[in-house]
Nanobody
């Protein structure tokens, strides 16, 4: 059974940092591109970041570039999203996703259930 389980969400103040984690199981984690998406309140789900199977190539949405960093540990079957300088507009449910390759991460094979990130003073 394929599972992607996110953790690390919570309530933080503007300017603070948070690290999200996603644990994958039930599929060949090391050959999949992994991505993070988010869905702000009342809005559509949007792309945040993606990393290729090796961890050597990454891409980010313009809204998070320079503040968020995606990384992975294939031995642990984990993908991470380090977020710094958080803003109120980063408030969303964050989802982990697994795709065949970076170019097709927008139509991933698997989704996690999401973790809430709230940025508020």
């Amino acid at each position: 059974q394929v599972r992607l389980v996110e953790s690390g969400g919570g309530l933080v103040q503007p300017g603070e940092s948070l690290r999200l984690s996603c644990a994958g199981s039930g599929f060949t984690f090391s050959v999949h591109a992994m991505g993070w998406f988010r869905q702000p309140p009342g809005k559509e789900r949007e792309f945040v970041a993606v990393i290729d199977w090796s961890g050597r190539s990454t891409d980010y949405s313009d809204s998070v570039k320079g503040r968020f960093t995606i990384s992975r540990d294939n031995a642990k079957r984990m993908v991470y999203l380090q977020m710094i300088g958080l803003k109120a507009e980063d408030t969303a449910v964050y989802y982990c996703a697994a795709g065949s390759e970076m170019a097709t991460i927008y139509t991933p094979n698997h989704w996690g259930q999401g973790t809430q990130v709230t940025v508020s003073s």
